[in-house]
C-alpha cells in the first residue's frame, strides 16, 4: 500500500501558521523556478495561454508565467492560499481549493502545471487523470516531483542519513511517496497524451544556497517525525546540519524530474472536450 501516513500535508507538518513556513516554501522556490522557468520556455509557454499552477505555494512561478513568459492568465489554486495573493498582478488569480478535487470544466487551460504536489497525495494516480483533463487541444500538462538520489548505494554520512530517515518519516506521517516518481512518462502515456518526455535535474549542494537553507528548514520541520522513525537521533541530526552549511556536505540533493505531455485534438475529442 503506497502512502501508509494518515496525516495530510499542511496539517500534521509544514503548517502554514508556523513560523517562517513562508521563508521555508521561498527557498525552495529559489532553488527550483530556474529549472521549472527554462523548461516551460522550451515548451513554448507564452502570450494568449491560459494556465493552471497547482499547489502554487507562494505564487512565484505563477507571477513568472505572467511577467517573463507573457501568458495570457493564470489561476494559481493551493488548499491555503494564506502565502498566495494576486497583489494587483495583471491575470493572476488564485484560489483555495482541495487540489484533490478541482471544480473545472475539462479542456479549459493550455497549461496545467503542477511541482512538489502528486508526492504527497495518495491519489495520484486519479489525480494525474483528473489533471490531464484539464489541458486544452494542443494544450500541455507538466508534472515535477522529487526523485531520491540518497539511494542504499550511497556512502553512509550525516547528510544521508538524515535524508533517508527524512523520506521515511514523511512517508510514515502525511503519505509522501517518491517511489513512483520515475513512472511519470509512462503514466502520461496512459492518459493518452503524446510527445511526452522527462528529465531530471539535480541543483548543485553548496553551503549558504537557497537549497541548503530549504533542507535545513525541512529538517527542522520534520524532526520530531525523524527521531520517532528510530533512524536517527538528535546527535546526528544536529552532525547533518553542521555539514549542511560546510564544504564537508557533498552529498547529492534530491533530484527534481519533469515530465510533460501534449494533448492531440484527437485525445481531446476521445475525452469529448
Given amino acids: 500500500m503506497r502512502g501508509t501516513g494518515t496525516g495530510r500535508y499542511g496539517e500534521g507538518m509544514f503548517r502554514p501558521e508556523e513560523t517562517g513556513e513562508a521563508g521555508r516554501i521561498d527557498l525552495g522556490a529559489l532553488a527550483y523556478d530556474e529549472v521549472s522557468a527554462a523548461r516551460l520556455t522550451a515548451l513554448g509557454a507564452g502570450p494568449g495561454w491560459n494556465c493552471l499552477d497547482v499547489g502554487a505555494g507562494t505564487g512565484t512561478l505563477a507571477r513568472w508565467l505572467l511577467e517573463s513568459a507573457g501568458v495570457a492568465s493564470v489561476l494559481a489554486v493551493?488548499?491555503?492560499?494564506?502565502?498566495?495573493?494576486?497583489?494587483?498582478?495583471?491575470?493572476?488569480?488564485?484560489?483555495?481549493?482541495?487540489?484533490?478535487?478541482?471544480?473545472?470544466?475539462?479542456?479549459?487551460?493550455?497549461?496545467?502545471?503542477?511541482?512538489?504536489?502528486?508526492?504527497?497525495?495518495?491519489?495520484?494516480?486519479?489525480?494525474?487523470?483528473?489533471?490531464?483533463?484539464?489541458?486544452?487541444?494542443?494544450?500541455?500538462?507538466?508534472?515535477?516531483?522529487?526523485?531520491?538520489?540518497t539511494s542504499a548505494t550511497a556512502p553512509s554520512t550525516p547528510y544521508t542519513t538524515v535524508m533517508r530517515a527524512m523520506w521515511q518519516a514523511l512517508r510514515e506521517t502525511i503519505g509522501t511517496d517518491i517511489s513512483w516518481v520515475p513512472d511519470y512518462p509512462q503514466l502520461l502515456l496512459e492518459e493518452g497524451l503524446c510527445q511526452v518526455a522527462a528529465e531530471i535535474r539535480v541543483p548543485p549542494l553548496v553551503p549558504g544556497t537557497a537549497l541548503s537553507g530549504f533542507w535545513a528548514e525541512t529538517w527542522e520541520r520534520t524532526r520530531g517525525a525523524m527521531l520517532a522513525t528510530g533512524r536517527v537521533d538528535e546527535a546526528q541530526i544536529e552532525r547533518a546540519l553542521r555539514d549542511l552549511s560546510s564544504p564537508r556536505c557533498a552529498g547529492l540533493a534530491p533530484g527534481m524530474l519533469t515530465a510533460w505531455g501534449w494533448k492531440t485534438e484527437e485525445a481531446a475529442r476521445d475525452q469529448h472536450i
Fill in 78 to 149: 493551493d488548499r491555503d492560499t494564506r502565502f498566495l495573493t494576486a497583489d494587483g498582478t495583471p491575470g493572476l488569480t488564485t484560489l483555495s481549493a482541495d487540489i484533490t478535487a478541482p471544480d473545472f470544466g475539462p479542456g479549459r487551460f493550455q497549461l496545467v502545471h503542477a511541482r512538489f504536489v502528486l508526492m504527497h497525495l495518495r491519489a495520484w494516480r486519479r489525480m494525474i487523470a483528473k489533471l490531464a483533463s484539464l489541458v486544452a487541444p494542443d494544450g500541455v500538462l507538466v508534472l515535477s516531483d522529487a526523485v531520491d538520489l
